[in-house]
């Protein structure tokens, strides 16, 4: 990771990072000259001041050097990114959709001016229409209205299951990655159980014994997805550690703490946020299949997975009860994927 | 010259045949189990494929005495015959196994004069001393069970068996039992070999025993597959059925399909040919049956209609007779059996469903009236406030259901008819395990139930708290008075010999249920049954379970 952002300015800085860098003529050659570790000894000092003043005030210049190349070459290197993304329609599209659902969750009134459980038996089963943008249900309900207050709940799931998956699976993966010995076998073992369970199942089997609603089926998630977490981290962890600049700081005298917070960590987990955007998109179908099984949240709520499931005796009959939020499921997921995918290209 | 004639004949004996028999058919057997749509001379063989929803998750059985799952029901009614048949137009009480019977003047004493030459399908015959070996071994399920055995209360107050002659049985009971007649015509009570006694309940219900009736059990593989094959030289069928003789199928198999659209969907398709759902069909899936040339066939199940059980211990809202009574008038039974179900769908009117015997109707106590029901909780000190809900005491009006979601779909529109008198509902979802001991904690307010028996003594299998499948529920549904009170209406419509005594005992026990809020009506349970084109002569008995003797396949 290092390797690769450190090669990037190289070619990107003359054009992007100039007119952002106020004034210094040296970032240009500086960058050039910095590409790969070895050249980061003093070049890297004239670059300082135009990233960040805090380099100047720093005690030991020799290991800040590479955080400062860092994080201006990352900047200027998402400059580049957005400027790149934003030209493909698809991202775009993508990003747009998942703002929409994002929104949705959290402010579902804005959408629509019905009540997600008000029911109207002689509405019952009207195909989409302008009026019922999805239809209504076999009690008259709005599905569009009900789609909208499923958002809130089976985001905020997703948001509840992938911090516990990130933060535990980042701790477990650092810690083990950079203890290494007992420790690192004890707590990969412990992973590797945990991995060969399928996540789904596991999910299952915590939300039995946990009891049903839209916490307990997030936590269930989170604990299902937070292995592929912890393996991630540590094997970054483990080539970070490896890595001269590393050694160098050690050689320094900054402490293992230190180290670990300042460089493992911040360049670790740049892999682990291209996952947990993509995992966003498997706890999504995670929740949805255990709101589908029956175990979320109480009725008449109701997450996009009971609104697929509700539809199920209507399929050839009503298709549009089960159809639509299983599109609308779809393709948020299928858009944070494309998400994902692009910005790991990226990555590469 | 003859030959062609009488060909001819021939031909227009079965267009004759065909055109009355259709018209017989054309007017539907709604309603009427014994009509069997008939469509010309009945062919022999083949096998008929069933889709049942799946099979009893918590008590895998198909021994007669032991099963209360409808579907198994149907399967045993095809293997087993019993002493009596009920006739499901009127409720009469039929010989079967039994030619005749006389009951003893005090009600205690049931004989039975056996039908001769009638054998098990493991070749022993049927006489007295199999009737007995039947009441002995049922007798050791209760006591090995502690009561809790379904078919226990089919034999209250039973007190032993006598064989008086190899064709004539005598059952004598220690308290008149005056529903044991009927009991007798369940499958319930379906006569089965005495040796099938030798094997334990548990074996029994795996499929091992032997029953007498049209059909043999080829193999049962809980909630795969249940087939049957045809008993060859079977002739004792009971006269309500027009076919008393060999069955016309050669096999018949009993599929298990939990989802009902894909049961629907497989008959729409051919792969099976009759479709038999648990929950009644939607109006789609019956639009969508008769577009595919379809025949949609219908009856209420006789016993205790789908309805909801409150809890009135000290401390529950229910507790108030007053709310009990405005939740009557917060429910819309109709409008939940018009949108649920079809505007042609019966409306619940009582504890029992339509077609259960001395049925009262009590419609006028059950209808919808919103502003009734807010009058009744203003009165009774829950005025309306933030949400549109009642508060007392800065209290919600609140009441918990906890519900398995399997049964009986559309609580949700119950719950929006609830908010609308200010009530609000609260659905809990929890396992089927875990229900039990909800009930028994008393964390619920209403909880359903309801159970298939021709016969209104069946309620006591849910509100008597002696014979109830769930004592917490039978406890807390009524206060200790009102309880004694079922009770005994109970004991007075069984302890008689008299008609007049058991329909006057009934009517004031359907009308106290309602008066007393013991029982909240929800909706009448109706079997429906999907059949392909090519079925041919389908019956409900009365119990409305498939009858199999008439049916047959082109």
């Given at each position: 990771m290092a390797l690769s952002v450190s090669t990037e300015p190289k070619n990107l800085q003359p054009t992007s990072a100039g007119p952002v860098?106020?004034?210094?003529?040296a970032a240009g050659p500086a960058a050039a000259t910095s590409a790969?570790?070895?050249?980061?000894?003093?070049?890297g000092g004239t670059e300082a001041p135009g990233t960040s003043g805090l380099a100047a005030i720093s005690a030991i210049p020799g290991e800040e050097l590479v955080d400062d190349t860092e994080p201006g070459g990352r900047r200027a290197g998402l400059v580049a990114s957005l400027r790149t993304l934003g030209s493909k329609p698809g991202f775009v599209l993508a990003v747009l959709f998942i703002v929409f659902v994002a929104v949705t969750a959290f402010a579902p009134g804005l959408f629509t001016s019905?009540?997600?459980f008000d029911t109207a038996p002689a509405d019952?089963?009207?195909?989409?229409?302008?009026?019922h943008l999805f239809g209504t249900d076999e009690i008259g309900r709005d599905l569009w209205t009900r789609m909208l207050y499923g958002s809130a709940l089976t985001i905020k799931a997703a948001l509840i299951a992938l911090a516990i998956a990130v933060i535990v699976g980042l701790a477990l993966g650092v810690l083990s990655g950079f203890c290494g010995g007992f420790v690192d076998a004890l707590l990969m073992r412990v992973v590797d159980v945990l991995l060969a369970i399928p996540a789904l199942l596991m999910a299952l089997a915590i939300v039995t014994a946990l009891g049903f609603g839209t916490v307990p089926v997030a936590i269930a998630v989170g604990v299902g997805i937070m292995p592929g977490f912890a393996r991630i981290t540590r094997a970054e962890v483990l080539r970070i550690k490896t890595l001269p600049y590393v050694e160098a700081s050690r050689a320094g005298g900054a402490s293992w703490l230190r180290v670990l917070l300042t460089h493992v960590l911040p360049n670790s987990w740049g892999p682990v946020a291209v996952l947990a955007v993509l995992d966003t998109g498997v706890a999504i179908i995670y929740i949805a299949s255990l709101s589908f099984l029956g175990?979320?949240?109480?009725?008449p709520a109701a997450e996009w997975g009971t609104l697929i499931s509700a539809g199920r005796n209507y399929l050839?009959?009503?298709?549009?009860?089960?159809l639509l939020p299983g599109l609308f499921v779809a393709a948020t997921v299928l858009s944070l994927n494309h998400i994902s995918k692009t910005l790991q290209e990226r990555g590469r | 010259m003859t030959r062609r004639l009488s060909r001819r004949g021939i031909a227009a004996t079965a267009l004759a045949v065909t055109a009355a028999l259709g018209l017989t058919a054309c007017g539907s057997s709604d309603g009427e189990g014994g009509t069997a749509a008939a469509g010309g001379e009945p062919v022999a063989g083949g096998t008929l494929k069933i889709a049942f929803w799946?099979?009893?998750?918590s008590f895998t059985c198909l021994d007669p005495f032991q099963t209360y799952w409808i579907e198994h029901r149907t399967v045993i009614r095809n293997v087993a015959d019993s002493l009596t048949d009920q006739d499901p137009k009127t409720g009469e009480i039929k010989p079967w196994l039994a030619e005749k019977w006389e009951i003893s003047p005090d009600g205690k004493e049931y004989t039975f004069h056996l039908r001769d030459g009638v054998t098990f399908s493991d070749g022993t015959p049927l006489d007295a001393a199999a009737v007995k070996a039947n009441f002995d071994g049922a007798q050791a399920v209760v006591k090995e069970t502690g009561g809790a055995t379904y078919g226990a209360s089919y034999i209250l107050g039973l007190d032993h068996t006598e064989v008086?002659?190899?064709s004539t049985v005598k059952v004598v009971f220690s308290a008149p039992n005056s529903s044991f007649l009927q009991a007798s015509s369940t499958t319930n009570l379906a006569i089965i070999s005495?040796?099938?006694?030798?094997?334990t309940s548990k074996e029994r219900c795996l499929g091992q025993y032997f029953g007498?009736?049209?059909?043999?059990?080829?193999?049962y593989k809980p909630n795969e597959l249940t087939t049957l094959k045809k008993r060859p030289?079977?002739?004792?069928?009971?006269?309500?059925?027009?076919?008393?003789?060999?069955?016309?199928?050669d096999s018949v198999e009993f599929s298990y399909v939990a989802e009902d659209s894909v049961r629907t969907g497989n008959l729409v398709s051919g792969a099976i040919d009759i479709a038999w759902p648990r929950n009644p069909f939607t109006v789609e899936d019956r639009e969508l049956i008769t577009k595919s040339n379809g025949v949609v066939e219908s009856r209420p199940l006789p016993g205790v209609a789908a309805a909801f059980y409150p809890?009135?211990?000290?401390?529950?809202?229910?507790?108030d007779l007053n709310i009990r009574k405005a939740l009557y008038k917060a429910f819309d039974l109709e409008t939940y059996a018009k949108t649920i179900y079809g505007a042609d769908y019966p409306v619940v009117a009582g504890a029992?469903?339509?077609?259960?015997?001395f049925f009262a109707p009590q419609t006028d106590k059950l209808r919808h009236d919103v502003a009734g029901a807010g009058k009744l909780l203003d009165e009774a000190g829950w005025k309306l406030g933030e949400g549109g809900y009642r508060f007392k005491d800065g209290k919600k009006l609140t009441l918990v259901l906890p519900t398995?979601?399997?049964?009986?779909?559309?609580a949700e529109l119950i719950q929006d008819q609830l908010k609308e008198a200010g009530i609000e509902l609260k659905i809990e979802v929890v396992t089927g395990a875990e229900l039990p001991a909800v009930l028994k904690n008393g964390n619920y307010d209403l909880t359903s139930s309801y159970f298939t028996r021709?016969?209104?003594?069946?309620l006591q299998f849910i509100l008597d708290p002696d014979y109830a499948n769930s004592k917490a529920l039978a406890t807390n549904a009524s206060s200790p008075e009102t309880t004694a009170q079922i009770k005994k209406l109970f004991a007075d419509a069984r302890e008689t010999t008299d008609d007049a005594q058991r329909e006057s005992a009934y009517a004031d026990l359907q009308s106290l249920l309602i008066d007393q809020g013991v029982v909240f009506p929800w909706f009448e349970r109706v079997q429906f049954a999907g059949l392909s084109?090519?079925?041919?002569g389908f019956a409900f008995t009365s119990e409305s379970f498939l009858k199999l003797n008439d049916i047959w396949k082109q």
């Open positions: 860098d106020v004034g210094p003529p790969g570790p070895g050249g980061l000894g003093t070049t019905r009540g997600p019952r089963l009207v195909s989409p229409s302008f009026d175990f979320g949240a109480a009725p050839v009959t009503a298709p549009w009860v089960s | 799946p099979d009893n998750p008086v002659d190899p005495p040796d099938s006694y030798k094997k007498s009736g049209p059909f043999t059990l080829e193999s030289g079977y002739a004792w069928g009971s006269a309500l059925s027009e076919n008393t003789g060999e069955a016309h199928l809890n009135t211990t000290a401390g529950r809202p229910l507790a029992f469903d339509s077609t259960t015997p398995t979601t399997q049964f009986g779909p559309g021709a016969e209104p003594g069946a084109k090519s079925v041919h």
